[in-house]
């Protein structure tokens, strides 16, 4: 029996985390959740490919991040969008828009 | 903001991995915990929880892992942690490691000492401003083809005033004088140079100020460093008053440190920019220097200069008819003669350096042998190509840096050696050390020496097979034939550079003995030669030097251990001297453009039989020959027959331009002397009166025959000569001293190759040794057989012997080979040896042969000492 693909679509993770993070600082766990229930369970997010993603994000300027104390005095470590990430978001977002609309407008020719 | 945030995150995990590892094993876990938290409250027991969390997020470790492995600090950790491996097992093969460093430090030691000195003298610009656009002006020979570096008086006047592609040019002229000061003289150069001298230099000076034009005669600039001898400091120079050939002149100016320009000068004197009467377009009196005027090539220069010389051609047919002046770069007519030298002994380190990087290969084979195993295993559990070369490399890297390091560290007293032995002719000395750019071709070096040793190497780790690798037992010794061949191979290689070395070196040290063995034309054992500079500047002075000269000579002869003395102006290997055209009386129609060519010296009566030059024919000069009475020469046999043939020469008339126009009547003939090195062959000299060309005793050589050693005489022949007249300056040496001097190149050059070859066979000898020891004791299980089945010991070490003759003359075939194209180079530095020399072929080939077999000696001995049941038992 197959499982059906949940996938994130190669490329499109950055965005998926600056629009999760563009609602509100969140840990790691928070941001893949978050994925997950706005997909309606159609993306999941692996960790390792998460972290080191927000760890690139975070390198590129997009991303702040900062160590808070949870409930059981464990270390959390939470994002939040800078200024350049607005913007670089607005950039993926147009991006996506419209190659998503090319792909959409080429399967309805070929249907 | 982005680069400066991968930067600084990068460096915080490299400088903190802990806080690293801490801060993503935090995060992980965090993450984890969550997940779990969830699943707990959506009613899963907390062992489920933990299950059911790995199963959708993987494995904690794997995750930290992959968080842990992402940034650019990565791949340097990466490499420091190789690195550290490399350094590891290179201090578990000490042997193999040090053996190679030191290879390579001699390789790279030599290299880095000789491109000091290539870099310094060659390559680096001239220490002056402009250096780019200084030329030397020289006067060419149309119809002999040679060409003189000095111009006359009259030429360079015309070209300073007439050409437009220069922005100055300057005369001078000068060598080593007598300088005196309040109470004592000082012998060292002293340059005659006109007020432009300063503007083609550009030079500023460090106290007072340079002279000008109107200072002519009058004023002199020193050098930092005769400041400081002298006065003390260069303010109190300033003022001062020293005496150059008995003139006083004042100092105005000190120069900055460092400028010497020509020869190391320390006291320039201001000369007049006008024409001397003594000037004539036939008297090549100076030396010029000129400054191009900036975005003006050499080319455009010269093609104004071509315009010149045709104008002047026209204007003064006597004198100027197969003139043409010409100028090259400063810069090659300083370094020109040395050149060709130093490019050897560049070559000739390059060769040293592949000699060290094959033994490397060979090191580093061997090596890689031993360590199949572990490249199969490698290879087995999938490494790429690359990191199955990388440890080969790195280990490589490694083992050239260190031979690099040692190698700079070795080239510093190699440098002190080396121009501690170098010919006084080198130029550019005082600007020889190491600098940046020689570390910078040192490092170079060393990666690159690590690049090609270890390509071979490496190659053949990439292509062990793991499964051969694995099942066969290196022990056992039929590892692959390919390899044996490559390991002779590179014996063969190095044992022919090594030839080409060792040929090299026997060629230059075949010229020098053949030079110390020559015949120069006169004696130079028992010889005492004296600079002895008197000033004189008219008639009368000449004629009171003449006279003081008379008087020395007879108080000298009086010195016990002195059998004969004598004054020449012209001495054979000395620093003065004159040539030129000549023409000889009743000759019929004197053909212009066919001038024959002669050294001029002036001598004394009695210089011939002091020197040992065999008087062949007719008288030599007497007390008579007087400056009132009529002119005489005696001319040397090469003048003899190139101007008279067969016929006598004694009292035939004979011109030359050296003071006066008079007419001589040859009065002998002499043998023939080799005038300025033994290297040179002997050729038509023209000797004049001292009595009669009076100006010349001011450049007058004092030679001394002795009984006794003749240095011991200094302190009496000093005493005498101070008694007739205390300023006279005063320098000793001996005839054997400046032969030896002439031949300072050479010996300089034969020296160098030779040890260089000695460091090639010492390689060369520590391969043919690695080879022969690596394949007996691979063969160990082999020779045992041998042996348990009756083999005989001489038969063994006969075979082992055998192996490496047979190397050693294949290699010395191409070597033969590669010496036929080489030595060609050297054609110009030998004299009386023909680049296939047979006796340096011999010689070099023997000395090979030899070597090989005596590195061979001690494995051969071993295998014959290989018991067969240790042999068979060992595994």
Not at chain 2, 425 to 450: D, K, M, Q, S, Y
Not at chain 2, 466 to 479: F, H, I, N, T, V
Not at chain 2, 578 to 606: C, F, H, M, Q
Not at chain 2, 737 to 761: N, W
Request: charged share 20%.
């Amino acid at each position: 029996m197959d499982d059906p693909n949940t996938d994130v679509i190669q490329g499109t993770l950055d965005l998926l985390v600056l629009k999760t993070l563009s609602l509100g600082p969140l840990h790691g766990f928070g941001i893949a959740r978050r994925v997950e229930q706005v997909s309606g369970g159609v993306f999941k997010v692996n960790p390792g490919s998460l972290l080191t993603a927000l760890e690139r994000l975070e390198r590129a300027g997009w991303l702040d991040a900062e160590w808070r104390q949870t409930e059981n005095s464990r270390r959390a470590k939470f994002y939040a969008l800078t200024g350049a990430g607005k913007k670089q978001l607005a950039v993926e977002t147009a991006d996506w828009t419209r190659r998503s609309g090319a792909i959409a407008r080429l399967l309805e020719t070929e249907g | 903001m982005s680069l400066w945030r991968q930067l600084t995150h990068g460096l915080r995990n490299l400088m903190h991995p802990s806080a690293r590892d801490q801060d993503v094993a935090d995060e992980v876990e965090h993450y984890f915990e969550q997940a779990e938290s969830e699943l707990r409250l959506g009613g899963l027991s907390a062992d489920d929880a933990r299950r059911a969390a790995r199963l959708e997020a993987g494995n904690r470790t794997v995750v930290k892992e992959r968080v842990n492995s992402y940034g650019w600090e990565n791949a340097v950790r990466c490499f420091t942690g190789d690195l550290r491996f490399a350094g590891r097992q290179l201090r578990k093969h000490p042997v193999f490691t040090v053996t190679a460093t030191l290879t390579l430090a001699l390789g790279i030691g030599a290299n880095t000492a000789i491109f000091t000195v290539v870099q310094s003298v060659l390559l680096a610009p001239l220490p002056y401003r402009n250096a780019d656009r200084l030329a030397v002006l020289d006067t060419h020979w149309t119809n002999s083809g040679h060409t003189t570096p000095r111009v006359t008086g009259p030429d360079a006047a015309d070209v300073r005033d007439q050409t437009r592609s220069m922005e100055a040019v300057s005369l001078y002229n000068g060598g080593r004088l007598g300088v005196a000061l309040r109470d004592h003289s000082a012998y060292t150069v002293v340059t005659l140079a006109d007020a432009n001298f300063w503007r083609v230099f550009g030079v500023q000076p460090a106290a007072g100020r340079l002279f000008t034009q109107a200072d002519a005669d009058r004023a002199a600039v020193v050098s930092a460093q005769f400041a400081r001898d002298n006065f003390g400091s260069a303010q109190a120079a300033l003022g001062q008053v020293v005496r150059v050939e008995g003139e006083p002149l004042e100092i105005t100016g000190v120069l900055p440190e460092g400028f010497g320009f020509p020869s190391n000068t320390e006291v320039w004197e201001a000369r007049s920019l006008l024409k001397s009467k003594w000037d004539a377009r036939s008297a090549f009196n100076y030396k010029a220097v000129g400054l191009l005027r900036s975005g003006v090539s050499f080319a455009a220069a010269q093609t104004e200069l071509d315009g010149l010389s045709e104008r002047l051609k026209v204007a003064y047919p006597e004198t100027n008819r197969n003139k043409q002046m010409v100028m090259e770069p400063l810069e090659k007519a300083l370094t020109g003669d040395v050149r060709p030298t130093l490019l050897l002994l560049w070559a000739t380190v390059g060769l040293i350096l592949l000699i060290a990087c094959v033994n490397v290969t060979h090191l580093q084979l061997v090596r890689s042998m031993e360590r199949r195993r572990e490249i199969a295993i490698r290879k087995a559990l999938g490494s790429s190509r690359w990191q199955v070369m990388q440890p080969v490399m790195l280990e490589s890297l490694l083992v050239s840096l260190m031979g690099g390091v040692a190698g700079v560290l070795l080239a510093v007293p190699a440098i002190r050696v080396l121009l501690a032995m170098a010919p006084k002719a080198l130029p550019r000395v005082e600007e020889i050390h190491l600098n940046g750019w020689v570390l910078a071709f040192a490092l170079g070096l060393a990666v690159l020496t690590a690049m090609v040793s270890s390509v071979l190497p490496a190659l053949r780790a990439w292509r062990v097979d793991p499964a051969e690798a694995l099942k066969q037992d290196a022990s056992r010794g039929m590892s692959g034939q390919g390899a044996a061949r490559l390991r002779d191979g590179l014996v063969i290689a190095e044992i022919a550079a090594t030839f080409v070395l060792a040929m090299g070196a026997g060629l230059l040290l075949h010229t020098v003995l053949n030079l110390m063995g020559r015949d120069l034309g006169y004696q130079t054992r028992q010889l005492l030669v004296v600079d002895a500079d008197a000033p004189a500047h008219t008639v009368q002075d000449g004629d009171r030097a003449v006279r003081q000269f008379n008087e020395i000579f007879s108080e000298l002869r009086a010195v016990p251990g002195v059998e004969r003395v004598a004054g020449i102006m012209g001495l054979p290997m000395g620093s003065y001297g004159s040539n030129g055209y000549y023409t000889v009386g009743g000759a019929g129609p004197v053909d212009v453009n066919r001038s024959p060519y002669a050294n001029w010296s002036v001598a004394s009566p009695g210089y011939f039989e002091t020197m040992g030059i065999p008087m062949k024919q007719g008288r030599d000069f007497s007390a008579q020959d007087r400056f009132d009475s009529p002119f005489v020469a005696v001319i040397s046999e090469a003048l003899a027959k190139q101007s008279f043939g067969n016929t006598d020469p004694v009292g035939r008339q004979i011109q030359c331009g050296l003071d006066s126009d008079k007419w001589m009547t040859v009065i002998g003939v002499v043998g023939d002397v080799r005038q300025n090195s033994p290297a040179e062959m002997p050729g038509p000299t023209l000797y004049m009166p001292m009595a009669q060309h009076p100006f010349y005793a001011n450049q007058i050589h004092v030679v001394l025959r002795t009984e006794v050693k003749p240095l011991t005489l200094m302190n009496a022949v000093q005493e005498k000569i101070a008694g007739v007249n205390p300023l006279i300056a005063l320098r000793f040496t001996t005839m054997d001293a400046m032969v030896d001097q002439s031949m300072a190149t050479e010996r300089f050059r034969a020296a160098l190759i030779s040890s260089f070859a000695g460091v090639g066979l010492l390689l060369a000898m520590l391969g043919v040794y690695g080879t022969m020891a690596y394949s007996v004791a691979k063969r160990t299980f082999e020779i045992g057989i041998r042996m348990a089945f009756g083999a005989e010991k001489s038969a063994i070490l006969r075979g082992v012997l055998e192996h490496a003759a047979k190397l050693a003359c294949y290699g010395i075939a191409a070597g033969v080979a590669l010496s036929l194209i080489l030595t060609r180079l050297v054609t110009s530095m030998l004299a009386g040896v023909r680049p296939i020399d047979p006796v340096s072929l011999v010689s070099a080939a023997l000395l090979l042969v030899l070597t090989a077999v005596t590195a061979a000696l001690v494995p051969g001995w071993r295998a014959t000492h290989v018991d067969p049941m240790v042999a068979l038992r060992t595994e």
